[in-house]
T-cell receptor, first 113, second 113 residues
Framework: KNQVEQSPQSLIILEGKNCTLQCNYTVSPFSNLRWYKQDTGRGPVSLTI?????NTKSNGRYTATLDADTKQSSLHITASQLSDSASYIC????????????FGQGTTLQVKP | NAGVTQTPKFQVLKTGQSMTLQCAQD?????MSWYRQDPGMGLRLIHY???????DQGEVPNGYNVSRSTTEDFPLRLLSAAPSQTSVYFCASSYGGIGTEAFFGQGTRLTVV
């Protein structure tokens, strides 16, 4: 069964610190991997989209990496800010006409002052 | 640009009642989909549409109906609400399938009592 597993489930860090979130997937065949940020009470917002040929992609202080051989991805947040407090969701797109999305359960990040 | 607009934002239903969750997008996207988000689980696909007049079932379609009479609108109907349908519902749209970014609405929090 196609699955996306994220770790840790939750994380608390101090403002200004860095952190890394992990994503393992078993989706095959695989088209692309996305990271979304979801603020409380809001819909997910896209941070990065990577195809299997891309190893890394950045969006400001967010850097995603992808190892398609081991089926692992990570999201690194640099110099965290209070506004980074949110749920971060790893999503893998199947290779199909509709590109169906398989969602991880998310990592809840809390940044404390 | 309004993007993807969902209404209502909150709703309480009694068991057995029916209702329609509205979703509209103003980006001329062909692909639209409905997801539900439950605690500790990733978003799960309910129904999706690849264009006006075309709909298909996702992972958890039972108890829900959809239609797509226009490109802009993709309503989700609950036929006879059950407590198991208590969830947060998200509508999403994208201009293509594989590799294209999905835009999400703000969500509808539904409680069935």
């Amino acid at each position: 069964k196609n699955q996306v597993e994220q770790s840790p489930q939750s994380l608390i860090i101090l403002e200004g610190k860095n952190c890394t979130l992990q994503c393992n997937y078993t989706v095959s065949p695989f088209s692309n991997l996305r990271w979304y940020k979801q603020d409380t009470g809001r819909g997910p917002v896209s941070l990065t989209i990577m195809t299997f040929s891309e190893n890394t992609k950045s969006n400001g202080r967010y850097t995603a990496t992808l190892d398609a051989d081991t089926k692992q991805s990570s999201l690194h947040i640099t110099a965290s800010q209070l506004s980074d407090s949110a749920s971060y969701i790893c999503v893998v797109s199947e290779t199909s006409n509709t590109g169906k999305l398989i969602f991880g359960q998310g990592t809840t990040l809390q940044v404390k002052p | 640009n309004a993007g993807v607009t969902q209404t209502p934002k909150f709703q309480v239903l009694k068991t057995g009642q029916s209702m329609t969750l509205q979703c509209a997008q103003d980006m001329n996207h062909e692909y639209m989909s409905w997801y539900r988000q439950d605690p500790g689980m990733g978003l799960r696909l309910i129904h999706y549409s690849v264009g006006a007049g075309i709909t298909d079932q996702g992972e958890v379609p039972n108890g829900y109906n959809v239609s797509r009479s226009t490109t802009e609108d993709f309503p989700l109907r609950l036929l006879s609400a059950a407590p198991s349908q208590t969830s947060v519902y998200f509508c999403a749209s994208s201009y293509g399938g594989i590799g294209t970014e999905a835009f999400f609405g703000q969500g509808t929090r539904l409680t069935v009592v």
